[in-house]
Protein backbone atom coordinates (compact mmCIF):
# COMPACT_ATOMS: atom_id res chain seq x y z
CA UNK A 1 0.00 0.00 0.00
CA UNK A 2 1.23 3.50 -1.03
CA UNK A 3 2.41 5.96 1.79
CA UNK A 4 0.69 8.86 1.38
CA UNK A 5 1.81 12.50 3.37
CA UNK A 6 -0.06 15.46 4.07
CA UNK A 7 -2.30 17.21 1.28
CA UNK A 8 -1.78 20.85 -0.17
CA UNK A 9 -4.09 22.38 -2.15
CA UNK A 10 -3.19 25.54 -4.74
CA UNK A 11 -5.85 27.92 -5.82
CA UNK A 12 -3.63 29.38 -8.77
CA UNK A 13 -7.02 31.64 -9.02
CA UNK A 14 -8.99 31.62 -5.69
CA UNK A 15 -12.49 33.61 -5.71
CA UNK A 16 -15.25 34.46 -2.79
CA UNK A 17 -18.21 33.22 -3.82
CA UNK A 18 -21.52 34.94 -3.19
CA UNK A 19 -24.50 32.84 -2.98
CA UNK A 20 -28.08 34.78 -3.49
CA UNK A 21 -31.45 34.18 -3.03
CA UNK A 22 -33.47 35.59 -5.84
CA UNK A 23 -37.27 34.86 -6.46
CA UNK A 24 -38.77 36.29 -9.87
CA UNK A 25 -35.17 36.93 -11.63
CA UNK A 26 -36.09 38.59 -14.55
CA UNK A 27 -33.53 40.20 -16.70
CA UNK A 28 -34.18 44.18 -16.27
CA UNK A 29 -36.34 43.61 -12.73
CA UNK A 30 -36.11 44.88 -10.11
CA UNK A 31 -35.67 42.39 -7.23
CA UNK A 32 -35.31 41.85 -3.54
CA UNK A 33 -32.41 39.27 -2.99
CA UNK A 34 -31.30 37.47 0.32
CA UNK A 35 -27.93 36.53 0.73
CA UNK A 36 -27.24 32.65 1.18
CA UNK A 37 -23.88 33.18 1.80
CA UNK A 38 -20.37 34.77 1.36
CA UNK A 39 -17.40 32.32 1.48
CA UNK A 40 -13.80 31.61 0.18
CA UNK A 41 -13.99 29.59 -2.49
CA UNK A 42 -12.02 28.47 -5.86
CA UNK A 43 -12.10 24.92 -6.61
CA UNK A 44 -8.83 24.19 -5.15
CA UNK A 45 -10.43 25.79 -1.29
CA UNK A 46 -13.48 24.03 -2.91
CA UNK A 47 -11.48 20.51 -2.50
CA UNK A 48 -9.70 21.43 0.82
CA UNK A 49 -13.37 22.06 2.46
CA UNK A 50 -14.95 19.05 1.43
CA UNK A 51 -11.73 17.09 2.73
CA UNK A 52 -12.52 19.04 5.98
CA UNK A 53 -15.99 17.71 5.81
CA UNK A 54 -14.89 14.39 5.17
CA UNK A 55 -12.17 14.05 8.35
CA UNK A 56 -9.01 15.36 6.06
CA UNK A 57 -6.81 18.25 6.85
CA UNK A 58 -5.26 19.98 4.26
CA UNK A 59 -3.19 22.91 3.38
CA UNK A 60 -4.35 25.41 1.49
CA UNK A 61 -1.91 27.75 -0.92
CA UNK A 62 -2.12 30.20 -4.02
CA UNK A 63 -2.76 33.74 -4.59
CA UNK A 64 -5.03 35.83 -2.81
CA UNK A 65 -5.42 39.54 -3.09
CA UNK A 66 -3.44 41.61 -0.59
CA UNK A 67 -7.04 43.13 0.69
CA UNK A 68 -8.57 39.82 1.45
CA UNK A 69 -5.93 37.93 2.32
CA UNK A 70 -6.64 38.46 6.44
CA UNK A 71 -10.51 37.47 5.60
CA UNK A 72 -9.33 34.16 3.55
CA UNK A 73 -7.34 33.36 6.80
CA UNK A 74 -9.85 33.33 9.38
CA UNK A 75 -12.86 32.60 7.12
CA UNK A 76 -10.90 28.88 6.34
CA UNK A 77 -9.42 28.71 9.95
CA UNK A 78 -12.82 28.73 11.03
CA UNK A 79 -14.28 25.87 9.23
CA UNK A 80 -13.32 23.83 12.24
CA UNK A 81 -9.57 23.32 12.17
CA UNK A 82 -8.76 21.21 9.24
CA UNK A 83 -7.85 23.32 7.04
CA UNK A 84 -3.82 25.47 7.44
CA UNK A 85 -4.45 28.49 5.11
CA UNK A 86 -1.03 29.51 3.53
CA UNK A 87 -2.19 32.35 0.77
CA UNK A 88 0.71 34.13 -1.13
CA UNK A 89 -1.09 38.06 -1.15
CA UNK A 90 -0.83 39.74 -4.24
CA UNK A 91 -1.88 43.57 -5.13
CA UNK A 92 -5.00 43.74 -5.81
CA UNK A 93 -8.77 41.91 -5.32
CA UNK A 94 -9.89 38.89 -5.10
CA UNK A 95 -12.20 38.20 -7.55
CA UNK A 96 -15.88 37.94 -7.09
CA UNK A 97 -18.51 35.39 -8.41
CA UNK A 98 -22.15 35.86 -7.80
CA UNK A 99 -24.82 32.78 -8.23
CA UNK A 100 -28.36 33.61 -7.95
CA UNK A 101 -30.48 31.02 -6.91
CA UNK A 102 -34.31 30.77 -7.63
CA UNK A 103 -36.70 28.77 -5.42
CA UNK A 104 -37.98 25.76 -5.72
CA UNK A 105 -41.05 26.82 -7.04
CA UNK A 106 -39.23 28.34 -9.92
CA UNK A 107 -37.08 24.74 -10.49
CA UNK A 108 -33.96 25.79 -8.48
CA UNK A 109 -32.21 27.56 -11.12
CA UNK A 110 -28.71 28.71 -11.20
CA UNK A 111 -27.42 31.82 -12.59
CA UNK A 112 -24.11 32.41 -12.46
CA UNK A 113 -21.61 35.64 -12.88
CA UNK A 114 -18.10 34.60 -13.02
CA UNK A 115 -15.80 38.08 -12.82
CA UNK A 116 -11.92 38.30 -13.92
CA UNK A 117 -9.73 38.99 -10.60
CA UNK A 118 -6.33 39.72 -9.66
CA UNK A 119 -3.49 39.47 -12.34
CA UNK A 120 -0.29 37.85 -11.26
CA UNK A 121 3.31 39.21 -12.41
CA UNK A 122 6.47 36.70 -12.60
CA UNK A 123 7.78 38.13 -9.33
CA UNK A 124 4.30 36.48 -7.87
CA UNK A 125 4.85 32.78 -9.49
CA UNK A 126 8.21 32.86 -7.98
CA UNK A 127 7.01 33.48 -4.98
CA UNK A 128 4.29 31.43 -5.37
CA UNK A 129 6.89 28.64 -6.39
CA UNK A 130 9.37 29.25 -3.60
CA UNK A 131 6.39 28.82 -0.96
CA UNK A 132 5.49 25.51 -2.38
CA UNK A 133 9.28 24.25 -2.58
CA UNK A 134 9.70 25.35 0.54
CA UNK A 135 6.54 23.24 2.38
CA UNK A 136 6.35 20.24 0.44
CA UNK A 137 7.37 16.61 1.86
CA UNK A 138 8.52 13.47 0.02
CA UNK A 139 4.85 11.86 -0.19
CA UNK A 140 2.49 14.64 0.09
CA UNK A 141 -0.24 15.12 -2.58
CA UNK A 142 -0.24 18.54 -4.29
CA UNK A 143 -3.96 19.54 -5.66
CA UNK A 144 -3.60 21.93 -8.62
CA UNK A 145 -7.47 22.98 -9.23
CA UNK A 146 -8.99 26.08 -10.69
CA UNK A 147 -8.02 28.44 -14.22
CA UNK A 148 -5.50 30.24 -14.26
CA UNK A 149 -4.91 34.12 -12.88
CA UNK A 150 -4.42 36.71 -15.85
CA UNK A 151 -0.61 36.99 -16.38
CA UNK A 152 0.09 32.86 -15.35
CA UNK A 153 0.75 30.81 -18.65
CA UNK A 154 0.30 27.11 -19.37
CA UNK A 155 4.31 27.20 -18.92
CA UNK A 156 3.98 27.97 -15.12
CA UNK A 157 1.70 25.27 -14.24
CA UNK A 158 3.74 22.95 -15.66
CA UNK A 159 6.84 24.35 -13.19
CA UNK A 160 4.58 24.19 -10.64
CA UNK A 161 4.29 20.52 -11.22
CA UNK A 162 7.97 19.64 -12.00
CA UNK A 163 8.72 21.84 -8.47
CA UNK A 164 6.56 19.35 -6.60
CA UNK A 165 8.35 16.44 -8.46
CA UNK A 166 11.55 17.55 -7.28
CA UNK A 167 10.14 17.05 -3.62
CA UNK A 168 8.83 13.62 -4.10
CA UNK A 169 5.20 15.31 -3.78
CA UNK A 170 2.60 13.47 -5.74
CA UNK A 171 -0.02 15.34 -7.88
CA UNK A 172 -3.49 15.50 -8.92
CA UNK A 173 -4.87 18.02 -11.62
CA UNK A 174 -8.41 19.90 -12.16
CA UNK A 175 -7.09 22.83 -14.39
CA UNK A 176 -8.03 24.56 -17.36
CA UNK A 177 -7.57 22.92 -20.78
CA UNK A 178 -4.91 24.77 -22.00
CA UNK A 179 -2.97 24.26 -19.25
CA UNK A 180 -3.52 20.25 -19.02
CA UNK A 181 -2.80 20.33 -22.47
CA UNK A 182 0.74 21.89 -21.52
CA UNK A 183 1.41 19.26 -18.99
CA UNK A 184 0.59 16.14 -21.12
CA UNK A 185 2.77 17.57 -24.00
CA UNK A 186 5.37 18.17 -21.81
CA UNK A 187 5.32 14.13 -20.58
CA UNK A 188 4.77 15.19 -16.69
CA UNK A 189 3.33 12.29 -14.92
CA UNK A 190 1.05 12.78 -12.64
CA UNK A 191 -0.97 10.85 -10.31
CA UNK A 192 -4.01 11.94 -11.03
CA UNK A 193 -6.32 13.91 -13.68
CA UNK A 194 -9.64 14.95 -13.18
CA UNK A 195 -11.62 17.34 -16.05
CA UNK A 196 -14.76 17.09 -17.22
CA UNK A 197 -15.77 16.00 -20.78
CA UNK A 198 -15.24 18.97 -22.20
CA UNK A 199 -12.33 19.76 -20.96
CA UNK A 200 -10.45 16.84 -21.32
CA UNK A 201 -11.74 16.74 -25.20
CA UNK A 202 -9.82 20.15 -25.47
CA UNK A 203 -6.81 19.42 -23.76
CA UNK A 204 -6.37 16.15 -25.56
CA UNK A 205 -6.74 17.79 -28.80
CA UNK A 206 -8.28 17.36 -32.38
CA UNK A 207 -7.80 13.28 -32.48
CA UNK A 208 -10.42 13.50 -29.53
CA UNK A 209 -13.03 15.51 -31.11
CA UNK A 210 -15.43 12.27 -31.81
CA UNK A 211 -13.52 10.13 -28.94
CA UNK A 212 -16.26 8.86 -26.59
CA UNK A 213 -15.99 9.30 -22.68
CA UNK A 214 -14.19 6.22 -22.17
CA UNK A 215 -11.70 6.84 -24.61
CA UNK A 216 -11.21 10.03 -23.55
CA UNK A 217 -10.41 8.50 -19.78
CA UNK A 218 -7.84 5.90 -21.23
CA UNK A 219 -6.36 8.72 -22.88
CA UNK A 220 -5.45 10.25 -19.84
CA UNK A 221 -4.81 7.49 -18.00
CA UNK A 222 -1.40 6.75 -20.34
CA UNK A 223 -0.40 10.23 -18.06
CA UNK A 224 -1.73 9.50 -14.23
CA UNK A 225 -2.32 6.57 -12.13
CA UNK A 226 -5.65 7.75 -11.75
CA UNK A 227 -7.67 9.69 -14.23
CA UNK A 228 -11.46 10.24 -14.33
CA UNK A 229 -13.70 12.34 -16.68
CA UNK A 230 -16.57 13.29 -14.79
CA UNK A 231 -20.17 13.96 -17.15
CA UNK A 232 -22.41 15.82 -14.66
CA UNK A 233 -25.75 14.23 -14.27
CA UNK A 234 -24.37 11.12 -16.14
CA UNK A 235 -21.87 10.22 -14.13
CA UNK A 236 -18.18 9.87 -14.52
CA UNK A 237 -15.45 7.20 -15.96
CA UNK A 238 -12.88 6.24 -13.89
CA UNK A 239 -9.45 5.04 -15.94
CA UNK A 240 -5.88 3.39 -14.43
CA UNK A 241 -3.60 1.62 -16.71
CA UNK A 242 -5.28 -1.33 -17.62
CA UNK A 243 -9.11 -0.92 -16.29
CA UNK A 244 -11.72 1.44 -16.62
CA UNK A 245 -15.03 1.91 -14.52
CA UNK A 246 -18.19 3.53 -15.56
CA UNK A 247 -20.60 4.98 -12.38
CA UNK A 248 -23.45 7.25 -11.86
CA UNK A 249 -26.62 8.00 -9.38
CA UNK A 250 -29.85 8.09 -10.66
CA UNK A 251 -31.43 11.31 -9.38
CA UNK A 252 -34.64 9.70 -8.72
CA UNK A 253 -32.36 8.07 -6.06
CA UNK A 254 -31.69 10.63 -3.92
CA UNK A 255 -33.94 11.41 -1.12
CA UNK A 256 -34.67 14.56 -2.55
CA UNK A 257 -34.00 16.82 -5.70
CA UNK A 258 -31.08 19.03 -6.57
CA UNK A 259 -30.21 22.11 -5.26
CA UNK A 260 -27.22 23.33 -6.66
CA UNK A 261 -24.06 22.05 -8.88
CA UNK A 262 -21.76 24.47 -7.48
CA UNK A 263 -18.93 22.82 -6.22
CA UNK A 264 -20.06 19.19 -7.39
CA UNK A 265 -16.94 18.41 -9.55
CA UNK A 266 -14.02 19.98 -6.69
CA UNK A 267 -15.97 17.66 -4.21
CA UNK A 268 -16.13 14.31 -6.59
CA UNK A 269 -12.36 15.06 -6.67
CA UNK A 270 -12.15 15.10 -2.73
CA UNK A 271 -13.94 11.89 -2.35
CA UNK A 272 -11.82 10.43 -5.10
CA UNK A 273 -8.71 11.43 -3.14
CA UNK A 274 -10.78 10.08 0.22
CA UNK A 275 -10.97 7.17 -1.26
CA UNK A 276 -8.06 6.01 -2.97
CA UNK A 277 -6.23 7.20 0.59
CA UNK A 278 -8.29 5.29 2.69
CA UNK A 279 -6.67 1.97 0.32
CA UNK A 280 -10.33 1.75 -1.36
CA UNK A 281 -10.33 -0.54 -4.71
CA UNK A 282 -11.21 1.39 -7.87
CA UNK A 283 -14.50 0.80 -8.21
CA UNK A 284 -15.49 2.09 -4.57
CA UNK A 285 -13.06 4.94 -5.59
CA UNK A 286 -15.60 6.04 -8.43
CA UNK A 287 -18.47 5.14 -5.68
CA UNK A 288 -17.34 7.57 -3.16
CA UNK A 289 -16.09 10.26 -5.72
CA UNK A 290 -19.90 10.27 -6.90
CA UNK A 291 -21.47 9.75 -4.00
CA UNK A 292 -19.46 13.42 -2.80
CA UNK A 293 -20.43 15.02 -5.67
CA UNK A 294 -23.91 14.23 -5.14
CA UNK A 295 -24.24 14.94 -1.98
CA UNK A 296 -23.18 18.13 -2.99
CA UNK A 297 -25.77 18.68 -5.49
CA UNK A 298 -28.66 18.18 -2.50
CA UNK A 299 -27.43 21.59 -0.54
CA UNK A 300 -27.05 25.38 -1.17
CA UNK A 301 -23.14 26.56 -1.76
CA UNK A 302 -19.88 24.18 -2.54
CA UNK A 303 -19.05 21.07 0.42
CA UNK A 304 -21.72 22.30 2.84
CA UNK A 305 -22.76 18.43 2.51
CA UNK A 306 -24.43 16.02 4.61
CA UNK A 307 -22.13 13.20 5.97
CA UNK A 308 -25.98 11.40 6.05
CA UNK A 309 -26.27 11.64 2.19
CA UNK A 310 -22.78 11.42 1.38
CA UNK A 311 -23.73 7.43 3.06
CA UNK A 312 -27.00 7.38 0.95
CA UNK A 313 -25.82 8.38 -2.24
CA UNK A 314 -23.09 5.47 -2.06
CA UNK A 315 -25.45 2.82 -1.37
CA UNK A 316 -27.18 4.53 -4.62
CA UNK A 317 -24.18 4.79 -7.01
CA UNK A 318 -24.41 1.97 -9.77
CA UNK A 319 -20.72 1.07 -10.92
CA UNK A 320 -19.58 -1.14 -13.25
CA UNK A 321 -16.34 -1.80 -14.51
CA UNK A 322 -15.87 -1.76 -18.74
CA UNK A 323 -13.84 -3.36 -21.29
CA UNK A 324 -9.92 -1.93 -20.95
CA UNK A 325 -8.87 -0.45 -24.59
CA UNK A 326 -5.41 0.77 -25.21
CA UNK A 327 -7.24 2.67 -28.39
CA UNK A 328 -6.17 6.31 -28.04
CA UNK A 329 -3.67 5.86 -24.71
CA UNK A 330 -1.28 8.98 -25.13
CA UNK A 331 -0.75 11.87 -27.65
Known amino acids: MHRFGRIITLNPHPAIDRLIEAPGLVPGAHIRGRVLGRQPAGKG ?8 ALGRASRAMGFVGDRDAAWFAESIRSTGGRIDCLFTPVAGPTR ?8 ASRGNRETHIRLTGLSVCPADITRLRRALAGGLRPDDILIIAGSRPPGMTPADVVHLITTAHRAGARVALDIDPQALAAVLHAGRPVWLIKP ?3 EARAALGRGFASASPAQLAAALAGHAEW ?4 L ?3 GAILATADQQWTGRIPATALPRPARSTVGCGDC ?3 GMVDAILAGAAPAEVLRRALAVGAANALVLGAANFRATDVRFAQRKAVVSALRASKKNRGI
Open 227 to 230: AAVS
Open 196 to 198: NEE
Open 268 to 270: FLA
Open 232 to 234: GAK
Open 45 to 52: LNVSRALA
Open 96 to 103: ENLTLVEP
